[in-house]
């Protein structure tokens, strides 16, 4: 395997392992010229309904369905009613809008109009019937797909369409030969395989699911991205049937090294550290591939473990394998803070964000090292332009108001940095919000109290680490017997980031209270086997 191929794989599971809120910009030099162009013919003629639409179907590729939408609506006021060669473009991206916002009524009265028009337009039969499918008006959805059969008898989309209507009509056994159908006509194109795979979650079969994710990632490159993605979502609800089809898929293949490469990388992201370190040294250890990134990743672990001299080697045998380095210099300047080593730590991250000035990562790491290192002012200049990078990413701004506040003993501005997180827009009891440690610094417990208990009763916490910040919050809160509950439920569910549970210090978001508590290492020497080879 090429070293690009496995450093897409990387970006791929860092990318699905990760969810993150971003403003759609459009980046791409088409869309910024298709942009301006409507923008400078609206400004002559406002009244222009086919630039309306259009500008709605940018709006609608660039997933902004409300401005898509409002441009498409004004489009209609203009447009002659009896035109229908003009009508029947903006129909059709009225119906894609109303269809991702899950307006299925709307949608179905905009296709049918189409299809008065057209009433052989497979594309438009085919969203009709995926429509009615999502109304649960199954029956005309199977009407729809075998009138899709009929245009084209080979069409995979129609197999899959009916398998999954089957599916919601308990024929499981007749969805199971349909979807086997489709793949027997190009079973050398991945998306086929993904197309079953829907099919056999719907059926609640991840096992099989499972396998035709794995071998879609194996057939080509066309579908990688996405079948990584749904091995990543598959995981957080069912980590043990991912890791058997990974483990099947390597004893039919063992000197593959991306499907170690996938399993380490999975392993990784639910925090077992030992697991994941076991497949990137067998990658090494066999020759299976070089790739730098083995090593980096292998000084997380071992970070994340607490084993900071063999990360240390490990991240500077990254940095020395090649000049795209950034990340592996971040990883070092983690790991010599952790070393108290803060002045190497920052000349790390440094040369870091020479390679990239907005990393955010990299200004984080040298936000703490500077604290470590007595720099507080120069801290607090750091988590600004990181914040300046990513305004929602609500860890950079309780750090900042740790700083302002312990530290530069601004108060003011800390309390603002601490309100800033409250005001961004994450779900109520989304645990990345970190909203609880915001009230709890604001000095608002009760409302802290109310956050992290419904946190825990509705979070889904496949690998522990809700409970771990759970533990963090109730040890910063004074309940010390809550967090030695939120202590144990996450190492029994395998959280096993040593250096978060023994070293871990900034702001209020560890559990540093907690360390000096008897049962604090009890605990820890009975789940001992997480940390230790």
């Known amino acids: 395997m090429r070293i690009l191929r496995f450093t897409a794989i990387a970006l791929l599971l860092g990318a699905a392992s990760f969810s993150a809120k971003a403003q759609m910009t459009y980046s791409d030099p088409m869309s910024q010229?298709?942009?301006?162009?409507?923008?400078?013919?609206?400004?002559?003629?406002?009244?222009?309904?086919?630039?309306?639409?259009?500008?709605?179907?940018?709006?609608?590729?660039?997933?902004?369905?409300?401005?898509?939408?409002?441009?498409?609506?004004?489009?209609?006021?203009?447009?002659?009613?009896?035109?229908?060669?003009?009508?029947?473009?903006?129909?059709?991206?009225?119906?894609?809008?109303?269809?991702?916002?899950?307006?299925?009524?709307?949608?179905?009265?905009?296709?049918?109009?189409?299809?008065?028009?057209?009433?052989?337009?497979?594309?438009?039969?085919?969203?009709?019937?995926n429509v009615l499918y999502e109304m649960g008006r199954y029956n005309e959805a199977k009407a729809d797909y075998n009138l899709m059969l009929r245009l084209n008898p080979a069409s995979q989309d129609a197999l899959l369409g009916l398998a999954r209507v089957d599916v919601k009509q308990n024929n499981l056994g007749t969805a199971n030969e349909l979807a086997d159908r489709a793949v027997a006509l190009t079973p050398n194109r991945s998306e086929i395989y993904l197309g079953r795979a829907s099919v056999r979650r719907?059926?609640?079969?991840?096992?099989?699911?499972?396998?035709?994710?794995?071998?879609?990632?194996?057939?080509?490159?066309?579908?990688?991205?996405?079948?990584?993605?749904?091995?990543?979502?598959?995981?957080?609800?069912?980590?043990p049937v991912v890791m058997a089809g990974l483990s099947n898929a390597i004893s039919k293949a063992p000197r593959n090294g991306m499907f170690y490469f996938i399993r380490a990388m999975i392993a990784q992201g639910h925090c077992h550290y030992l697991a994941a370190i076991a497949d990137y040294d067998k990658i090494i250890n066999e020759n299976l591939d070089s790739y730098p990134g083995l090593n980096g990743a292998l000084a997380e672990c071992f970070y994340y473990l607490g084993k900071y001299d063999r990360a240390l080697l490990n991240a500077d045998f990254a940095i020395s394998a090649t000049e795209y380095n950034g990340p592996y210099y971040v990883t070092k300047s983690l790991i010599l803070t952790a070393k108290g080593e803060a002045a190497d730590a920052v000349a790390a991250a440094e040369k870091a964000l020479e390679k990239d000035p907005e990393l955010i990562d990299a200004l984080r790491a040298k936000a703490l090292a500077m604290v470590a290192n007595g720099q507080s002012a120069e801290a607090s200049v750091a988590l600004s332009e990181a914040a300046m990078v990513n305004p929602e990413n609500p860890e950079l701004q309780i750090l900042r108001?740790?700083?302002?506040?312990?530290?530069?003993?601004?108060?003011?501005?800390?309390?603002?940095?601490?309100?800033?997180?409250?005001?961004?827009?994450y779900d109520d009891y989304d645990v990345k919000s970190l909203r609880g440690f915001a009230?709890?610094?604001?000095?608002?417990?009760?409302?802290?109290?109310?956050?992290?208990?419904?946190?825990?009763?509705?979070?889904?916490?496949?690998?522990?680490?809700?409970?771990?910040l759970a533990a963090c919050y109730y040890s910063q809160a004074g309940l010390t017997e809550?967090?030695?509950?939120?202590?144990?439920?996450?190492?029994?569910?395998?959280?096993a980031n040593y250096h978060n549970w023994t070293k871990a210090s900034a702001a209020n978001l560890n559990c540093a209270p907690l360390r000096s508590n008897p049962e604090f290492d009890t605990l820890l020497k009975k789940y001992s086997h997480l940390f230790n080879n």
């Open 439 to 468: 009230l709890l610094a604001l000095d608002r417990k009760e409302e802290a109290d109310k956050w992290m208990a419904n946190v825990l009763k509705s979070a889904d916490d496949y690998d522990g680490e809700v409970n771990y």
């Open 482 to 495: 809550r967090a030695l509950r939120c202590m144990e439920t996450s190492l029994e569910k395998g959280y």
């Open 401 to 425: 108001g740790w700083v302002l506040t312990d530290y530069r003993h601004q108060e003011r501005n800390g309390k603002r940095a601490y309100e800033m997180v409250l005001d961004m827009e």
């Open 33 to 129: 010229a298709l942009a301006k162009a409507y923008e400078e013919l609206l400004e002559e003629d406002p009244r222009d309904p086919e630039t309306l639409v259009r500008r709605a179907d940018l709006y609608y590729a660039h997933h902004d369905y409300v401005k898509a939408l409002d441009d498409v609506n004004t489009a209609f006021k203009y447009f002659d009613p009896n035109d229908a060669e003009a009508l029947y473009p903006a129909y059709q991206v009225r119906a894609r809008i109303y269809q991702r916002q899950k307006k299925y009524a709307e949608a179905l009265a905009d296709l049918n109009k189409i299809l008065e028009m057209a009433p052989q337009e497979y594309g438009t039969i085919f969203q009709r019937a």
């Open 202 to 239: 719907l059926m609640g079969n991840d096992p099989g699911a499972v396998e035709d994710y794995i071998t879609a990632i194996s057939v080509d490159d066309q579908s990688t991205g996405n079948a990584l993605a749904y091995l990543v979502e598959t995981s957080r609800h069912n980590y």
